[in-house]
């Protein structure tokens, strides 16, 4: 079963468009919720992360809300750019006596048209 | 500044062989972990580690062997590879810098088994 759900799969936006990407989560044992960025041939990097203590954060123009209650949270991109063109994951992570737990959605293939 | 190395990039095998795929970090990261990265999937947890001598399993774990060792290595071991094990094997180290967990990914180990 998968414990954090992602939508949509693919999305396409017009350069200066704003880009959604919604996740869900199960377990609310889950206490780090990151977004990763992956562009093709390359490993994911963290993109902006939030702990459930608070239902916003923003950095630039990539913000994350947060609903505790709905146990989702959401990936926000303002001023879409060609340049963001990439798959986006989100995650969740709880840590237990052998390390940390990391669970990711499926991804979501976001291209961006000039 | 290397941060996570990964060997080899690209490897073919055998149905039945065996391979280790190599993972090094130089950021005395407590936490090690591999994962799977297959189209649709997104990246699915197979062992991971809080430090030397201290592993476990993750989402996946079947057909594969892992072992810690030292702080700086974590090496992914294939018994006897099947065409399911085909993917992109990511190694991933974190630490937790003022309570937050960020994973930093290799490059990433194409695998292929025919």
């Known amino acids: 079963q998968q414990q954090v759900k992602q939508s949509p799969q693919s999305l396409i936006v017009q350069k200066g468009g704003i880009s959604i990407i919604n996740c869900a989560y199960e377990?609310?044992?889950?206490?780090?919720f990151p977004w990763y960025q992956q562009f093709p041939g390359k490993g994911p990097a963290l993109l902006i992360a939030?702990?459930?203590?608070?239902s916003e954060k923003k950095e630039g123009r990539f913000t994350i809300s947060f609903n505790k209650s709905a146990k989702q949270f959401s990936l926000h991109i303002m001023d879409s750019q060609p340049g963001d063109s990439a798959t986006y994951f989100c995650?969740?992570?709880?840590?237990?006596?052998?390390?940390?737990?990391?669970?990711f959605g499926p991804g979501t293939r976001l291209s961006v048209l000039p | 500044n290397a941060g996570v190395t990964q060997t080899p990039k690209f490897q073919v095998l055998k149905t039945g062989q065996s391979m280790t795929l190599q993972c090094a970090q130089d950021?005395?990261?407590?936490?090690m972990s591999w994962y799977r990265q297959d189209p649709g999937m997104g990246l699915r947890l197979i062992h991971y580690?809080?430090?030397?001598?201290?592993?476990d399993q993750g989402e996946v774990p079947n057909g594969y062997n892992v072992s810690r060792s030292t702080t700086e290595d974590f090496p992914l071991r294939l018994l006897s590879a099947a065409p399911s094990q085909t993917s992109v094997y990511f190694c991933a180290s974190s630490t937790r810098p003022s309570g937050a967990n960020v994973l930093t990914f290799g490059a990433g180990s194409r695998l292929t088994v025919l």
């Open positions: 939030i702990r459930p203590d608070v």
């Open positions: 995650a969740a992570s709880r840590e237990d006596n052998y390390g940390q737990n990391f669970v």
């Open positions: 950021m005395n990261h407590e936490y």
């Open positions: 580690s809080v430090g030397a001598g201290i592993t």
């Open positions: 377990n609310t044992a889950f206490d780090y």
